[in-house]
């Protein structure tokens, strides 16, 4: 259940109340075979060249729309601290891995090459929720459609821990 949106123009502020404990949360969105269902928007796939969900690990993932289209993204995971936080960044990069700059692949000339994520899990009466921050402007997320990809993803994370 989404309980508010963006707070600051300077970056993504997504809190979402799962109706399920802390450590079921956590693992859903730490385990790779449960990510594999769930982080990508409705209606999309993902695969990931590479996933070493560690501290100092890294991604290599491509998220595919339902018309073709590829969003190709690296980043590192720079923190995971179970049950209760993970940061990692998120780098537009290119079927090979290698960064690349946003406009050269359609995206807003306002989007960052790079932004940090960082997502803290909060048990409250059995229930847990999550704060979610991104390193990119509430107008530009909105724009680009990053921000209701994200609560379609969490929607989606919803419904697969409902589903275990």
């Given at each position: 259940m989404l309980q508010q949106t963006l707070k600051s123009e300077k970056e993504v502020d997504i809190t979402y109340r799962f109706n399920f404990p802390r450590k079921m949360v956590f693992d859903a969105?730490?385990?790779?075979?449960?990510?594999?269902?769930?982080?990508?928007?409705?209606?999309?796939?993902?695969?990931?060249?590479?996933?070493?969900?560690?501290?100092?690990?890294?991604?290599?993932?491509?998220?595919?729309t339902p018309t073709g289209y590829e969003c190709w993204c690296i980043g590192t995971y720079i923190?995971?601290?179970s049950p209760e936080r993970i940061v990692f960044t998120m780098?537009?990069?290119?079927?090979?891995?290698?960064?690349?700059d946003p406009t050269s692949i359609g995206m807003d000339a306002q989007w960052?090459?790079?932004?940090?994520?960082t997502v803290t899990f909060k048990e409250e009466n059995g229930t847990t929720?999550?704060?979610?921050?991104?390193?990119?402007?509430?107008?530009?997320?909105?724009?680009?459609?990053?921000?209701p990809s994200w609560i379609e993803m969490l929607q989606r994370l919803q419904s697969l821990i409902s589903s275990l």
């Open positions: 969105w730490s385990n790779p075979i449960y990510l594999k269902e769930w982080f990508a928007p409705t209606g999309c796939t993902i695969n990931f060249r590479k996933l070493d969900l560690r501290e100092g690990g890294s991604f290599h993932s491509c998220i595919t923190e995971i601290k780098i537009n990069a290119d079927k090979d891995g290698k960064p690349v960052p090459g790079e932004t940090l994520v929720v999550i704060n979610l921050k991104q390193t990119v402007s509430e107008t530009v997320a909105k724009k680009t459609g990053a921000h």
